[in-house]
């Protein structure tokens, strides 16, 4: 059974940072590639970062500059560095992976959340 399990969300003031992680654990063999969406109440869950498993990033438009994915291969752990928070960043954040485990073959994954709130 594999799971994904985030943590490191909470609240933080106008142009502070976070730093959120995501570990994936059970009968895994492999990891392809990882990520962060977010959902905020009353809109639809959207693409916030994504990292490959050979390293390549892809940012939503409106997190460019400011969040910082990265993964560590050796710990099944994906990672979301985020600087310079808006209000319009509050969300609950969700980690995605696409993992090949034992008995399962390859599947699409999803945490349970981590909420951020951006607010003085």
């Known amino acids: 059974q594999v799971q994904l399990v985030e943590s490191g969300g909470g609240l933080v003031q106008p142009g502070g940072s976070l730093r959120l992680s995501c570990a994936a654990s059970?009968?895994?063999?492999?990891?392809?590639?990882m990520g962060w969406y977010r959902q905020a109440p009353g809109k639809q869950r959207e693409l916030v970062a994504t990292?490959?498993?050979?390293?390549?990033?892809n940012y939503a438009d409106s997190v460019k500059g400011r969040f910082t994915i990265a993964r560590d291969s050796a710990k099944n752990t994906v990672y979301l560095q985020m600087n310079s928070l808006k209000p319009e960043d509050t969300a609950v954040y969700y980690c995605?992976?696409?993992?090949?485990?034992?008995?399962?073959?390859?599947?699409?994954?999803w945490g349970q959340g981590t909420q951020v709130t951006v607010s003085s």
């Open positions: 990292i490959t498993s050979g390293g390549s990033t």
């Open positions: 995605n992976a696409d993992i090949r485990s034992l008995g399962a073959g390859r599947r699409n994954y």
């Open positions: 059970g009968s895994i063999l492999s990891i392809y590639a």
